[in-house]
């Protein structure tokens, strides 16, 4: 079954987390690829705080990274799939907008932790400081390479309609 590319939405009820009073729980949401055939999005979304001591050049800095992994798998046997990284990347976007859609990193396909490559996910990161305002990433918590979203297409705008 071939996905109507209008029509990406979380399944049933589910919502998109609310990052300005995000929870400490892990947030969960299934979706439908909307530019893919019989592929499933798992996006998972958490956030954890981070308190960094100043270094030579950085300052110190407090507050929540939020991570997107959105996995990419067949919607019949749970395996990973490809999907080309557009459609993962708006899902993260969406995320991030609850609080400010000019920031947020690409990661890549990598376990965000341990900079490792992992296969049929794509993950993203977005730094908030205690009052939940987006910020720079600070350098001390870089594990792996982070890309500005805004850099890899330019794009300002949410392309994906999502229902609450």
Known sequence: M??????????GHQALLNLADAPA????VTAVARTGVDIELRI???V???DVAAEEWFPAAAGFA???IVHTVDAQTGGPRYLP?????????AIFSTVDS????FLGAVDPGTGSHRRGQLAYRLYLDTDRQAIPVPRQVVTCPHYQLSAIDGRAEITIPTTA
Do not use: L
């Open 48 to 50: 954890a705080p981070f």
């Open 2 to 11: 071939s996905a109507d590319p209008g029509s990406t939405r979380a399944d």
């Open 66 to 68: 939020v991570t997107v």
């Open 44 to 46: 998972h979304t958490s």
């Open 25 to 28: 729980d892990p947030h969960i």
């Open 85 to 93: 990284s557009a459609e993962a990347a708006e899902w993260a976007r």
């Open 102 to 105: 000019a920031h947020g990193y």
